[in-house]
C-alpha cells in the first residue's frame, strides 16, 4: 500500500503530471543503436589487429560485470577476421579490489574465470563504460594474481570525459561524451539484458531513479 502511495504521491501531486512523464521519456537518449554499435566493434577490432597482428603474445580481459559482454564480442569478431586465431579472453572480478568494499552494505562478487596465466603477455584490459576510474585502478590489482604481464591496455566502448578520480586514461576508445555526474550510461546487449536490439543510452537523473 505505501508503494502505491508513493507512486501516486510521485506521479500526480504535480501541476502537470503528463508532462512530467514525458519529460522522463525525453530523458533517455540513444548514444549507439545496434549498427552503429556494430560499427564501432569493429573498428576498435581493427585497431587491435593493428597493434598486435596475430596475437600470439596478447589476452583479453573483460571485467566483471558488464566489461565480459563487450569483451566476448570482440573477440567473437576477431576470430571472424583472423581464422585460426587461438585468443585467449578471461573475465576478472574486481569487487574485493575496490577501495571502497569495506563502505558496502553488500557485495555480490561475479565470477573470475581465467584460465590462462599473464605473465609476460600483452593484456587487454575491456569495460564497458570508463567512468571514475577506479574499476579500471581495482583491475590492475587484480590481474596482477595471474602473472606479471609484460603491457597492459584499456579498451573502453563509452569514455566518460571530464569524470576521472583516478589518471587512467585508455588506449583504444568506442565514443568519448560529456556527461555530468546526474547522468548515468547504460549499455544493453540484447542476448544478456533482454533487449530486442543492441544499444548504448544516456540515463538523466529522473530516469535512472524514477
Known amino acids: 500500500m505505501e508503494g502505491l502511495r508513493f ?12 508532462a512530467y512523464l514525458r519529460s522522463m521519456v525525453m530523458s533517455k537518449k ?10 564501432s566493434i569493429d573498428r576498435l577490432c581493427f585497431q587491435l589487429i593493428e597493434s598486435h597482428g596475430d596475437f600470439k603474445d596478447t ?13 566476448q564480442r570482440i573477440r567473437a569478431r576477431l ?3 583472423i581464422p585460426g586465431v587461438n585468443l585467449h579472453c ?9 577501495d571502497d568494499f569495506r563502505r ?4 555480490v562478487p ?9 605473465e609476460d603477455k600483452k593484456v587487454v584490459m575491456i569495460d564497458d563504460v570508463l567512468y571514475t576510474g577506479r574499476t579500471i585502478r581495482a583491475g590492475f590489482d587484480a590481474l596482477l594474481a595471474f602473472g606479471r604481464p609484460s603491457k597492459v591496455e584499456l579498451l573502453v566502448l563509452i569514455n566518460r570525459k571530464f569524470s576521472r578520480q583516478f589518471p587512467i586514461e585508455p588506449d583504444y576508445i568506442g565514443k568519448s561524451i560529456d556527461t555530468i555526474s546526474t547522468e548515468k550510461v547504460r549499455v544493453h546487449w540484447h542476448q544478456t539484458d533482454g533487449e530486442e536490439a543492441d544499444g548504448v543510452w544516456l540515463l538523466t537523473d529522473d530516469e535512472q531513479h524514477g
Open 7 to 18: 507512486l501516486f504521491r510521485k506521479f500526480f501531486y504535480r501541476p502537470n503530471p503528463i
Open 79 to 81: 576470430t571472424e577476421l
Open 104 to 107: 558496502r552494505e553488500l557485495i
Open 90 to 98: 578471461g573475465d576478472l572480478d574486481v569487487s574485493f579490489f575496490r
Open 30 to 39: 540513444l548514444i549507439f543503436n545496434a549498427e552503429l554499435l556494430a560499427i
Open 59 to 71: 589476452v583479453l580481459v573483460g571485467l566483471q560485470p558488464r566489461g565480459i559482454h563487450l569483451a
Open 110 to 118: 561475479n565470477a573470475t574465470r581465467m584460465d590462462f596465466i599473464v
